[in-house]
C-alpha cells in the first residue's frame, strides 16, 4: 500500500491549498498526499498524525520572529501566525510519533525553528555579497549551485557532492537547531540544507524540489528516498 503523506498548507483570503506540484512530486514517487488543515487541538494534530506515514512540510509566507525571540525587522515579509503555530506543534508530534519529514523552504525554517533554532528576517538586509536566491526565471530554472557536506543523509540520497537548485526565499537558517546538522550551503555561505543527526529521515532543504520533479533527477531521488523512509 502506498505511504500516506500528510502536506501542510497555506492561507490565503480564508482559503487552504498547496501548489501541485508537491501532490505530484508526491504521487510521482509512490506516495499518497493529504492536505492537512489548520488547527491548534493537539488532540486533532494528534489524530492527524496517527493517520499518516509522514509529513511533508511546505513554502509559503515567512515565520513570526517572535518564536525564535526576535523583534521583526523591516524586511520581514507577511506572516501567517495561525499556520506557524499549527506547525510548530505538528513538527513536535511528529518528532514523538519518529515520523519521517521532508521539508521545504518555508518548511525548512519552520522544522529548525520548531526544534530551537532561528532564521535571519531578510537576508537581503542582514547580510551581504550574496547569490540571487529570489530568482526571476521560471520555477524549473536551476539558478545556483551548492555543496552538500559529504557523509551528510542528503549526500547519501542524492549521491553528489554539489548540485544546481531553483531559489525563491530571502529567509534562511541563522543558528541551527540542537540534534541538527548543515546537509547543504550556497557558495555565499547561506545554509541551503540541514538533517537531524539523530533520526532516520528529517530533511530540510531550501529549494523547491517539486517545482523540478520532471526533469531534475537529484528531485526526483530525494521524493523517492522520503517515500521510501515513510514505507518503514
Not at 505538528?90 to 521545504?104: E, R, S
Not at 526571476?136 to 548540485?163: C, F, M, T
Request: charged letters at 20%; glycine letters at 10%; proline letters at 5%.
Amino acid at each position: 500500500m502506498a505511504p500516506v503523506i500528510g502536506l501542510t498548507a497555506d492561507i490565503e483570503s480564508k482559503k487552504v491549498y498547496v501548489k501541485e506540484d508537491y501532490l505530484t512530486a508526491i504521487i510521482n514517487a509512490g506516495g499518497t498526499p493529504i492536505i492537512f488543515p489548520h488547527t491548534t487541538d493537539p488532540v486533532m494534530i494528534q489524530g492527524l498524525m496517527d493517520k499518516v506515514d509522514g509529513l511533508l512540510l511546505t513554502g509559503g509566507a515567512d515565520i513570526d520572529p517572535s518564536l525564535y525571540g526576535e523583534e521583526p525587522l523591516l524586511g520581514l515579509g507577511q506572516l501567517t501566525p495561525n499556520r506557524d503555530q499549527f506547525e510548530m506543534q505538528l513538527v513536535k508530534t511528529a518528532f514523538q510519533k519518529q515520523c519521517p519529514i521532508l521539508a521545504i523552504c518555508r518548511g525548512n525554517s519552520m522544522l529548525n525553528i520548531a526544534r530551537g533554532g532561528s532564521s535571519y528576517q531578510d537576508i537581503n538586509s542582514q547580510l551581504s555579497n550574496l547569490v540571487q536566491h529570489k530568482q526571476l526565471a521560471p520555477r524549473d530554472h536551476l539558478s545556483h549551485g551548492i555543496q552538500i557536506e559529504q557523509g551528510s543523509r542528503l549526500n547519501q540520497v542524492l549521491g553528489a557532492d554539489r548540485i544546481k537548485v531553483n531559489s525563491f526565499h530571502h529567509q534562511a537558517i541563522k543558528e541551527v537547531a540542537p540534534g541538527f546538522r548543515v546537509s547543504a550551503v550556497a557558495s555565499d555561505g547561506v545554509i541551503e540544507g540541514i538533517e537531524s543527526v539523530n533520526e532516520p529521515f528529517v530533511i530540510g532543504v531550501q529549494w523547491h524540489p517539486g517545482s523540478l520533479i520532471q526533469e531534475d533527477h537529484y528531485a526526483q531521488k530525494l521524493f523517492l528516498a522520503f517515500i521510501q523512509a515513510c514505507m518503514g
